[in-house]
C-alpha cells in the first residue's frame, strides 16, 4: 500500500508533468511519444487497481479500451457532437458499464480462469467490432477524423491542438486521474482489495463481500481504460482497429510487469521504456520488427531480476541504501524476546445485539452431519453453548472437530441439521453474513494478509464491522472511519503487537503470526468466537503467553476453543465435549472429562494417549 503522506505523490506528479516538457526534449522523446506514454500510463492507472491491488490478471482490457475509445470518436465524427470531453466521459461510461457486465460473468471464476475468460471476451469484442458493427466502427480503416479539444471561456477559446499543446490537456487528464486512483487506494475499499488479493478467503471470512469489491475494481479498471482510448483517438486524430487487439491487452500487462504492479505508477515507467526502446531501437539503430526481440530479452531479464519492475526494484534497493531491513531485523529479534504485556486491557466492546430480548442459549446445533462422499465426518451432533460460556472441544486426529467448526460458521454446508445461534437459523448462510451476525473463528492454520503490516491486516478486519459486508466509499479516507483507529489500538494492545503494528506479517516471528490470527477474529468484535488450536505449533513459552491471552480476551465473551493441549485447555474453560468418530462422546466439567473411562479409552486407544489424569 503506498504511504500516506498528504499530498506528497500528487505534488511530486504535478512537478514532474509541469517540468516534463522542458526536460524530455532533451532526453530524445518527441511530444507525440510523451502524449502515447501518458494514454498508456492513464489506461494502467485502472489496471494496477485490479491487477496489482486486487490480483486479478486480466488480457481483455482491449475490449473497454476499445469499447470507450469507439463511443467516443463515433459521437464526435458520425453524430456531429462536438464536446471532446463530454464525448471521452460517455466513452467511459459506455467502457464502465460494459465492465460491469463483463465483469458480472468473468468474476464467477478465479485465477486462469478469469484470466482466460477475459482473453475470450476480448476476441468476441474484436470480432464484433470489426464485423457486425463495422458500419460504426469503420471496421479495419477505424474512424479517422477525430477533433482535439478546445475550450470557449467566454473571453477567449483554448484550443489544444498537437503535440506540447495537446499534452497539456491529457497531462492534466492523467494528473487527475493519478488523483483518484490515490484516493481509491487510500479508502477503505482499496485496503480492502489489497486484502483480497493476499488472502481472499479470510477477507470473506473476516465479513467482507470480496465479489463486490472485485466487481468495483473491474468496473474501475474498464472506466480508465475507455477514457484512455477515447484519448487515443483525439491524440491520433483517428481511432485505429488495433485498439481491440489481444496486442494492446498483452502490452499493457508487459507495461505493467515492466514498471512495477501496485504501484500506480508502473504502468507509466513500462510504457515509457516500452516506447522508447521503440523508437530507438527502430529508428536510431535501425532494427526494423527486429526491437521487438531485443525487448523480449529486457522483458524476461526484468521480471526475473526485478520480481516489483522497475518501480519495486528503486524501492529495494532504497529499503538497502537506508538500512530499514537491518532496523527490521534488529526489531524482530527484539519482539522474540519481548515480555508478556503486565496488564491486559479491558475486553473490546463486542458487536451489539440484533435482539437484545433474546435470552437462551447463544449457539444451537442440532442432528449436525456431513457427510464427503462415503465418509461420515460429523454424524447427529446435538450441541449448545451458553452466553459467556467458554467451552472447550476435543477429540482424537480425524475425530471431525474442524469440520464441525467450519459447518458452525457456514464455510461448509450440513448435509443435514440446523445451527442457530442467538435465537437465529443460520444453517445455509454464507460465511460473511455470519460473521456479520458476529460470529467467526481463528483458523487452525494462519490465514493472515501476507503482504500487509499487522496494523493494516487489523484494519481490513475491523473495516468489516464498522462498514458492513460492502460499502462504495472510494473518496473516503481510511482515517475518516469513525472508530477504526481505536478498534485496531484496542485490539493490538489485546493481543500484545502495539509494538509490532507496522511490521510487514512477513517479518514475525511464529507465536505473532499466531496472536495476529486470533487479532484478525478479534477485530470483527464477534460475539461468539471460535478458536480452531490456537495453540498449534507454539513453543511452551508461547503457550504460556497464549493462555495469558486468551483468558484476558475471554472475559466478556463467549468463546469456543478446540486444542489437543489439554493441561492448557483445561485450565482455560468451563466446560468441554468431547469428539469421537464424528460424535460427541461426553460433554462435563474439566474434572469430569479427566476422570470419565470412555475418554480415557478414547485417547488411550487413540493416537493422543496424553490426557491428563
Ligand atoms: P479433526 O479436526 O478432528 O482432526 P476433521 O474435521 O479435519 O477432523 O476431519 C474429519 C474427517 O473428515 C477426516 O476423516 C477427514 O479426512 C475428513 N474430511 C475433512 N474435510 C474433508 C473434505 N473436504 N473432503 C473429504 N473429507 C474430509
Known amino acids: 500500500m503506498l504511504k500516506q503522506r498528504p499530498f506528497l505523490i500528487e505534488t511530486l506528479t504535478a512537478i514532474g508533468l509541469i517540468v516534463a516538457p522542458f526536460v524530455l526534449p532533451h532526453l530524445g522523446f518527441a511530444p507525440n511519444t510523451v502524449n502515447r506514454i501518458l494514454v498508456w500510463g492513464l489506461f494502467g492507472l485502472g489496471f494496477d487497481i485490479l491487477f496489482g491491488f486486487t490480483g486479478l490478471l486480466s488480457f481483455g482490457q482491449s475490449a473497454f479500451y476499445g469499447t470507450g475509445g469507439f463511443v467516443a470518436a463515433y459521437l464526435l465524427t458520425r453524430t456531429g457532437f462536438s464536446n471532446v470531453l463530454g464525448a471521452l466521459v460517455i466513452g467511459m461510461i459506455a467502457a464502465a458499464a460494459t465492465g460491469y457486465l463483463i465483469g458480472l460473468i468473468a468474476l464467477r471464476r478465479t485465477g486462469i480462469y478469469f484470466a482466460m475468460i477475459t482473453v475470450a ?27 482535439t479539444p478546445s475550450f470557449n471561456l467566454g473571453f477567449t477559446t483554448i484550443h489544444f491542438t498537437n503535440g506540447w499543446s495537446l499534452y497539456q490537456f491529457i497531462a492534466l487528464c492523467y494528473f487527475i486521474g493519478v488523483i483518484i486512483a490515490l484516493r481509491i487506494v487510500r479508502s477503505p475499499v482499496g485496503a480492502i482489495l489489497s486484502a483480497i488479493r ?9 465479513g467482507h463481500n470480496i465479489h463486490g469489491y472485485k466487481l468495483t475494481a473491474f468496473v474501475i479498471a474498464a472506466a480508465y481504460a475507455g477514457f484512455a482510448g477515447g484519448l487515443l483517438g483525439v491524440l491520433q486524430a483517428f481511432m485505429p482497429p488495433d485498439a481491440f487487439t489481444f496486442d494492446t491487452s498483452g502490452q499493457l500487462v508487459m507495461q505493467t510487469a515492466i514498471g512495477g504492479r501496485a504501484t500506480l505508477f508502473g504502468p507509466l515507467v513500462g510504457a515509457t521504456v516500452w516506447l522508447f526502446l521503440q523508437d530507438f531501437l527502430q529508428s536510431a539503430l535501425g532494427l526494423g520488427a527486429a526491437w521487438k526481440l531485443v525487448l523480449g530479452v529486457v522483458f524476461v531479464l526484468l521480471v526475473c531480476f526485478l520480481r516489483g519492475g522497475i518501480i519495486g526494484g528503486l524501492a529495494d534497493l532504497y529499503g538497502l541504501v537506508s538500512g530499514k531491513r537491518a532496523r527490521k531485523a534488529a526489531e524482530t529479534e527484539e519482539a522474540e524476546i519481548e515480555t508478556p504485556q503486565q496488564a491486559p486491557p479491558a475486553p473490546m466492546q463486542a458487536k451489539e445485539v440484533e435482539h437484545p430480548a433474546y435470552s437462551g442459549p447463544i449457539l444451537k446445533a442440532t442432528g449436525l452431519t456431513k457427510r464427503y462422499g462415503g465418509l461420515v465426518a460429523n454424524s447427529d ?25 467450519k459447518m458452525l460458521t457456514c464455510e461448509v454446508a450440513p448435509t443435514s441439521g440446523q445451527i442457530m445461534f442467538e435465537g437465529r437459523d443460520i444453517t445455509g448462510l454464507k460465511v460473511t453474513e455470519v460473521c456479520q451476525l458476529g460470529l467467526t473463528k481463528s483458523y487452525q492454520v494462519n490465514q493472515l494478509f501476507t503482504g500487509l503490516t499487522v496494523r493494516q491486516n487489523l484494519t481490513i478486519a475491523a473495516l468489516a464491522e464498522l462498514r458492513g459486508k460492502f460499502r462504495l466509499d472510494l473518496f473516503r479516507t481510511l482515517s475518516g472511519v469513525k472508530g477504526l483507529t481505536e478498534q485496531v489500538e484496542h485490539t493490538l494492545a489485546l493481543v500484545n503487537l502495539t509494538r509490532r503494528a507496522d511490521t510487514p506479517v512477513s517479518e514475525l516471528a511464529y507465536g505473532e503470526k499466531r496472536r495476529l490470527e486470533i487479532g484478525l477474529a478479534l477485530a470483527t468484535s464477534p460475539r461468539l468466537l471460535l478458536l480452531d488450536e490456537p495453540l498449534a505449533g507454539m513453543s511452551p513459552r508461547e503457550r504460556v503467553e497464549t493462555v495469558k491471552l486468551l483468558k484476558s480476551i475471554a472475559r466478556g465473551r463467549t468463546m469456543i476453543i478446540i486444542d489437543h493441549d489439554m493441561d492448557s485447555l483445561f485450565e482455560l474453560v468451563e466446560r468441554v465435549t468431547v469428539l469421537q468418530e464424528g460424535r460427541v462422546l461426553v460433554s462435563g466439567t474439566p474434572e469430569e472429562i479427566k476422570t470419565n473411562a470412555a475418554v480415557q479409552e478414547a485417547y488411550l486407544g487413540g493416537v493422543h494417549g496424553e490426557i491428563a489424569a
Open 381 to 405: 451432533i446435538d450441541f449448545s453453548v451458553d452466553q459467556g460460556e467458554l467451552r472447550g472441544i476435543i477429540g482424537p486426529n480425524g475425530a471431525g472437530k474442524s469440520t464441525f467448526f
Open 198 to 206: 493476499d488472502n481472499p478467503l479470510r477477507a470473506t471470512a473476516v
Open 121 to 147: 471476451i476480448a476476441e468476441v469484442f474484436f470480432f464484433v467490432e470489426f464485423n457486425p458493427l463495422s458500419d460504426f466502427t469503420g471496421g479495419e480503416n477505424g474512424l479517422p477524423g477525430v477533433p
